[in-house]
């Protein structure tokens, strides 16, 4: 008995000492702390970690063929390979009024989707974490070289980071397009349409020449849809973004030292008046106004009208590429050159880290993986055995799935990689195909953001104003006939000024002499 108990004493002893000498050398293993013994980063979680949970606040506004946000195959598999468990708040309308609810109730999600006014909004009131000492190129490299810095300092609230900027890898996503078949069928060559109005010349045609075909006068050149009354809004690129900047009228001006906006500019009052002579002459589709957006895809799709403005991807309209004409903006009415699409900022959105969140470096984790080939493989490419299969090595999207579910992923996921390199192109071409490859170089040979409103903060002073509704509400009824500009012009900028116009050119024009213009 005594030499049994000997010999399970140092059994003991031995496993005493061997724990100790572990807990000494003041390491860990592989992984325990998200990197590799060399450092390089590894995705959110080890499968030897407990999923950490984590709540985000984001708009899913995208088809998602049924499935509920929180159990889908997306969801499921960012959970499994980052090993977290993320749950989804979602709202797909009436976004704004979603997030500030959330906010205001006090019971913050870990991370939220945040559009610019909001994103300032809730940095200044000291709901997010300042992220500049997080952010470094050893913990985070490919999050790191993955957006500019210039995209950071876009960033910047009071001089801090508060979120991670969503990067779109087009200059616009928007090309206007006229139907192939309408300027076939009445000899029109788009490749001759340089000015104005050449452009008014085909739209004319469209409405007046039969385009289609049919012995009917039932077409139309244009049209709109209720769309909202944000400025950037649906309705305003469908009904005039071709035409914005050849009339100067699409982007922030400085005119005798002081910030304007382009609504309240000389070059906005002659686009407005030129899209009042378009409906005046019949060639906008008479109740647009009272259009959704799908309805009026829908009405594009059936040959009701014949140049729109969409996605150069297309989207749900993907299956009309053939058929369609990219169109080159017009030039500029003054003698100034090629006019371009503008397309106000390349940031889509930022993902706010709350002050609730005990777990920040993980979402970043989660983010240097998104601008990974492997991130990229799952956005554009979605989940092996249901978006794609991989055929000797290579990926092969099948052909059910092709285009698909893009938007919902990196909704889902809240970032994608910023570039367009040599892993990313041959993918994005299998989703929409060459020709939409020679779409999206045209989008960016003629595209450009607006570099004041792009580098300009949101100023909360100017929350209580509805700028936009006022504006939206005259653009309509000077384009539908319901106002003279030339006699309601002075009158609309005046009264834009007396509503809070003065506070905003103050404002604007402070910050530009401060900090734009050194």
Partial sequence: MRKFIAVI?????????TACG?????TKPSGSDGKTATGTTQPAGTDSEKPVKLTFLCQINVDTEGYDVNDNPYINYLRETLNLDIEIISESSNYANKVNTVMASGDYPDYVQLPKALYFRYAQEGALIELDDLLNETDYPNLMAGIDEKYWNFSRVDGSIYGIPFVRYDTTPYISYARK???????IDPTTLKTVDDYYNMLYAFTYNDPDQNGFDDTYGLSSNTGGTAMNSVAERYIGMLFMDAFDAAQFKVVDGKVI???ITDGYRDYLKFLAKLYADGIIVPDYITKTQKQ???EFMNGKFGVLNLFWSLSGLHQ???ILYPLTPPQKVNGGGESKYIYATPVRHWIGITTACEYPEKILQMYDWSETDDGSVFIH???EGWDYDKVNGDIVIREDRVGKNWAWRFITLGHQKSRVDSQLLPILTQSWGELAMEHLKISEQYGANDPLYVSAPEFSELSDYDFDTYVASYRDEVIMGKKDVDATWD??????YQYGGNHWVELYTEWYNNSYNK
């Fill in 296 to 298: 009026t895809e829908e």
């Fill in 320 to 322: 009309m590429r053939e």
């Fill in 491 to 496: 009158e609309f900028v005046a009264g834009w």
């Fill in 181 to 187: 078949d309408w300027l076939d069928n009445l000899g």
């Fill in 22 to 26: 572990t807990a000494n050398t003041g």
């Fill in 381 to 383: 490419a979605g989940v």
């Fill in 9 to 17: 004493l140092c059994v003991m002893l031995l496993a005493s000492v």
């Fill in 261 to 263: 906006p382009n609504y």
